[in-house]
């Protein structure tokens, strides 16, 4: 992907968490496909030249005690700085970026070790949308089931008590987190009109209180 526009269908999830699964995906996919790509297959080598008279080059046995020959698979450490550049930071196994900003962090309604963490607020014309992790704390190998009910789930405006409901939600929305998890998820609501503290409910989560919009 190379860290440009989506394009196609794929254009409805560019700057979304979704985007980052998506690509960590097709990095993966790569990998996955170089291991097991026999070496005859390859038609050029590391430098770009052809090899054997651009023809598949043909496999030699090699004698025991004997190194195997150099391999010609795109190297995996290109493929991370690849990764490094469509995120701008480190990833973790899970395949989300390290380091985000956490405005305010709460313990889960169903089990206090699952831990949400508010990471973005923004007002995008007519809709909210909102950016949260999910962490594991404590000593346990798995949290408690959850799953946030959507129907239930709001954004109320504390100058007028007037609520919004929730639009699209996307990303890690129910299930077992377990230990060493960093899983991410993508809310858009309705934007309460010139509110500048909300409280921000995910039914079966918990609710952010005092959280200012921009």
Not at 26 to 49: L, M, N, R, W
Not at 118 to 144: H, P
Request: glycine letters at 12%; charged letters at 25%.
């Amino acid at each position: 992907m190379g860290g440009g526009i989506m394009g196609g269908g794929l254009g409805g999830f560019a700057k979304s968490p979704m985007e980052t699964a998506i690509r960590k995906m097709i990095v993966e996919s790569v990998k996955f496909i170089a291991a097991q790509t026999p070496q005859s297959f390859y038609h050029f080598g590391p430098d770009g030249q052809p090899i054997g008279g651009n023809r598949p080059a043909k496999a030699k046995a090699s004698k025991p005690g004997t190194n195997v020959a150099k391999s010609t698979k795109p190297p995996i450490e290109e493929l991370e700085k690849e990764e490094m550049e469509v995120t701008g930071s480190p990833k973790d196994q899970m395949g989300t970026p390290k380091g985000r900003k956490t405005i305010q962090s709460i313990k889960s309604d169903v089990d206090p070790t699952l831990v949400a963490h508010l990471n973005e607020v923004k007002r995008r014309g007519s809709v909210l949308t909102v950016v949260v992790t999910l962490t594991l704390t404590g000593n346990k190998k798995e949290a408690e089931y959850f799953a946030i009910s959507p129907g239930q789930s709001r954004v109320m405006d504390y100058d007028t008590a007037e609520e919004y409901e929730l639009v699209k939600l996307d990303g890690f929305t129910s299930g077992r987190l377990k230990s060493g998890d960093v899983k991410t998820f993508q809310a858009t609501f309705k934007a309460p009109k010139e509110a500048k503290t909300v409280s921000i409910t995910f039914s079966g989560l918990g609710t952010f209180d005092d959280v200012e919009t921009k």
